[in-house]
DNA sequence: ACCTGACGGTCAAAGGTCCA
DNA sequence: ATGGACCTTTGACCGTCAGG
């Protein structure tokens, strides 16, 4: 048996393994979730199409894809063990030694009781005043909030009804539905109304992506206290890349070739039989092409994880050298960046020894330059298409990646 | 975990406890409405005066003094979790529908067949080649390789009569300059012959730089045993980038507003008297101030080495993200490009302790992709100047600007 | 005998359901 | 429409067992 290193991702969700369960890394969660859905003979139905989301943050939300994707990454219904004795005792009965002394019933009596566990996220009373095992993995609070951050955006984004935002004004001025803790509106899954015309759905989509991104940035204090004209320029400035990163981040594993949205709904590189029925949007599909290439395999051949990708979000959003940044906030923005790549270090360097923490960091770093230059083409492809007015493009979606404000509001 | 004493009470309301919900020991009613109230992000206002009794018998009375308790208490909003998937109904009334939820037997989804497929990545047990300790301050014999050819670039560039290529293909064909061992002619540091001709003075040292990029690349044996098209997009995807790092880095150190060649002319970012008299170069104006304050002002903060700006350099050029490399090519650009990451970090390394290490080497990186941009907005201003042919543009500078490649040679 | 990795079982505490 | 009794699901933790 080899030995996990620790830090090991559990290759289902992303949550730290605790080693191999039936033959995969995986962490406590899957491993008993997956016992329980094959020794029940259960079977989930997936009330969206098959292709949720799966991770740390949202594994709960759809069994039928987290059971598939157990499968998916190759846990082994034969390592489960049917027929194995019936242990009968444990911790209550159990009689280890006769010794029996025991009280069974409350260990609390004495030093055996421990202080109540805080539950993730509550601040902690009296640190365990004894020896303190390894502290392992201190959380970064601030990685785990962009990470926190990034799956209610994958919950909101795939379940949730959104009202677009009509204009950058509009975005700015509204509270962010982030900060509601969570605001599902019962919806089912994707039982999100959404158009049937294909050719509308992409239009759809982005403008959910934007309206979200905006109220994503919303939530960080050193946003919101920056002057009016620097939000709009963080905004114009990261807008494209941050779809370009959602849409290729969130579409399904399984999916290498193509950019898919929660509906299913979906753009190859190559020309569908689809999309020659609509032709109006085939002048984004050399876009698609460099999507597929140099944003959604990079991700897929470097694994990246939710965390990861909420922190390159950040950075990028952060970025001091953002057009029209008066120079007092190109400090705060420069700092800013600059909490989120320590964090993003630290992060990497308990899960990877130091050379591999170096090569990893430069790998995620470097990916900015290439989403950069492909979101710059995604938006002169929009100008193209607006130019001929050959689909109508969201409002919103259109301010921001043309660049184009339509209204005016002084605040 | 703690049992709780049978008996407790609800600490918002008194009634009896069904154990800790969110951290406090509560009842089931109080457990609900909290979860209710966080979840569907509701406010309650209070009809009398905010302070209402709250206990087992009047607590329905006031929501509002009911979840301002919760949270004094101390209720844990944290510990509320994303949305989970449905249960379905535990007791037979009420189907909404007799949709195949449950069924065994076969799942509804596709592609839950069950190869069960090998973990793509099983990212195990690879052993960590060697540990390698550091051989500390060893000079790493790959940046000092690209130190010399820096430092040969100066004096060649500054001092030495050079005959631009004509295309691309000439420039590929020709022997580097940089491998005869001298070749400097002796010329007074700035006896090189330019033109008098203000307006030509740009075209000038652009094309000289372009020019001993050129010779400069050929230097790596990497490069030389790519396929030609390779090495063409290779040159065409940095050369902007190497043209503006080059006259950012290489600008006298007392100039801080200025992009300066080696014989004193300058561009500034306001049109000066000289350029008045130039207007077709007005174009460029714009761009002169967006390479100032995006590359040569963060250089200066960085105090940017000469080294660190040829590891940048050479970075930047084996960039594996470059357009149509073909996949073979692209995994020796990669490999080029992780030697100089490598050999970098090192560097940085033992010149700083480990978190500067970390934040330098970070902000070096992340001038890439504004580089980038600003080379793409010189490119952009190229093409302008182009159309309207204000200005002749040497025609290498112009094959590797704007894309257009004047001639074909069949090597 | 003593670790240790990977099984199964347990139960506090989370979430969902649905009647009054 | 909402509260809350009652149910299901989750996952941290622990005992057990087989192989070293």
Same mark, same amino acid.
């Not at 290193?5 to 080693?19: I, Q, R, S």
């Not at 959380?139 to 950058?168: G, H, M, Q």
């Not at 294909?198 to 982005?206: A, E, I, V």
């Given at each position: ?108 009596? /004495?030093?055996?009781? !421990? ?5 993730? @996220? ?5 640190? *365990?005043?004894?020896?303190? +095992? ?118 399904? /594993?399984?999916?290498? !070739? ?5 509906? @299913? ?5 190559? *020309?569908?039989?689809?999309? +020659? ?72 360097s308990?899960?990877y020894d130091p050379s591999e923490t170096a090569e990893r960091y ?50």
């Amino acid at each position: 048996m080899e030995k996990l290193p620790p830090g090991t991702l559990c290759v289902v969700c992303e949550d730290e393994a605790t080693g191999k369960h039936y033959s995969i890394p995986s962490c406590n969660g899957c491993k008993t979730f997956f016992r329980r859905a094959i020794v029940n003979n259960r079977t989930f139905a997936c009330m969206g199409h098959g292709n949720c989301p799966v991770n740390k943050g949202v594994r709960c939300a759809c069994r039928h894809c987290r059971l598939k994707k157990c499968l998916e990454v190759g846990m082994d219904k034969n390592a489960i063990q049917n027929d194995r004795d019936r242990i009968g005792y444990t911790k209550r009965t159990k009689r280890p030694r006769p010794s029996s002394d025991e009280m069974a019933g409350h260990t609390n009596g /004495e030093g055996f009781s !421990d202080p109540p566990q805080p539950s993730p @996220g509550s601040s902690v009373g009296s640190p *365990p005043s004894g020896p303190m +095992l390894v502290p392992l993995a201190a959380p970064d609070p601030l990685l785990e909030r962009l990470t926190d951050l990034e799956n209610k955006f994958t919950l909101l984004f795939s379940r949730s009804i959104i009202e677009p935002y009509a204009s950058i004004d509009d975005a700015l001025a509204a509270p962010s539905r982030f900060c509601r803790p969570i605001d599902i509106q019962m919806s089912d899954p994707v039982a999100v109304p959404r158009p049937c015309d294909d050719q509308r759905k992409m239009p759809f989509w982005r403008s959910r992506i934007i309206t979200l991104f905006i109220d994503w940035a919303k939530t960080f204090p050193i946003f919101q206290n920056l002057p009016y004209t620097d939000k709009i320029a963080l905004i114009m400035n990261h807008a494209s890349s941050y779809l370009i990163m959602c849409e290729a981040f969130r579409t399904p /594993e399984h999916i290498t !070739d193509k950019i898919m949205h929660p509906d @299913g709904h979906f753009f190859s590189r190559n *020309p569908t039989p689809d999309s +020659l029925f609509s032709k109006s949007l085939s002048g984004l599909t050399p876009v698609m092409g460099a999507m597929i290439d140099y944003v959604l395999r990079p991700f897929r051949q470097l694994k990246v994880t939710v965390t990861e990708l909420a922190a390159l979000q950040a950075i990028m959003f952060f970025d001091p050298d953002t057009e029209g940044l008066d120079s007092a906030s190109q400090r705060n923005v420069s700092a800013e960046q600059k909490r989120v790549l320590v964090s993003l270090y630290r992060q990497l360097s308990i899960r990877y020894d130091p050379s591999e923490t170096a090569e990893r960091y430069a790998s995620l770093l470097l990916r900015v330059p290439t989403i950069r230059k492909v979101a710059a083409k995604n938006n002169e492809s929009y100008q193209i298409l607006d130019m001929f007015k050959l689909f109508t493009i969201n409002p919103l979606v259109r301010e921001t990646a043309l660049g184009v404000r339509l209204t005016r509001h002084i605040p």
